[in-house]
C-alpha cells in the first residue's frame, strides 16, 4: 500500500495542474459564451456589460485566463470560488436547497469547490506562479 502511495503521489503536482487549466478551460466558456457568444447560447443574447451577468462573464473571462495559466492562481481562485458561491445561492439555492441535481446548481457547486480546493492547494508543477515566485 504504502509504495503505491508513493508512486502515485508523485503526479501529484502535475495533476493538480492538469485539473486546473481543464477547469479553468470549462470556466472560461461560461465567460466568452456571455461577452462573445462563443459558443453561442440564446439566453445571452442582448447582455449587457454592467449587469450580473455582465460582470460574471469577465469574472469569467479574466479569471479564467490567469487561471488557465496559473497566474496569481491562489487569489483568483479565491474570488472565483466565492463568485460560483453567490451564483449558486443566487440562481440554484431557492429551487431545491440540497438538491444540486433538481435546481441546476451542480456546475456551480463544483467550480466553487474546485476552486476552493485550487486556492488552498496552488497552481500544480505547471503554474507561471512557480516561474515568477522564483524571479522573485
Request: glycine share 10%.
Amino acid at each position: 500500500m504504502t509504495n503505491t502511495h508513493s508512486n502515485l503521489s508523485r503526479f501529484q503536482p502535475i495533476l493538480l495542474s492538469v485539473l486546473r487549466i481543464v477547469s479553468a478551460y470549462m470556466f472560461m466558456l461560461h465567460g466568452t459564451a456571455k461577452l462573445f457568444a462563443l459558443p453561442h447560447i440564446e439566453m445571452f443574447d442582448g447582455l449587457q456589460l454592467m449587469s450580473i451577468y455582465g460582470l460574471a462573464g469577465i469574472l469569467e473571462v479574466v479569471g479564467g485566463v490567469l487561471l488557465l495559466l496559473g497566474l496569481f492562481t491562489r487569489p483568483v481562485a479565491f474570488v472565483l470560488s466565492g463568485q460560483m458561491a453567490v451564483a449558486y445561492f443566487m440562481s440554484h439555492a431557492a429551487k431545491a436547497p440540497l438538491l444540486p441535481l433538481l435546481n441546476g446548481g451542480e456546475a456551480a457547486a463544483l467550480f466553487c469547490f474546485i476552486f476552493l480546493y485550487i486556492a488552498t492547494a496552488g497552481g500544480g508543477a505547471w503554474a507561471l506562479d512557480n516561474k515568477l515566485g522564483k524571479k522573485l
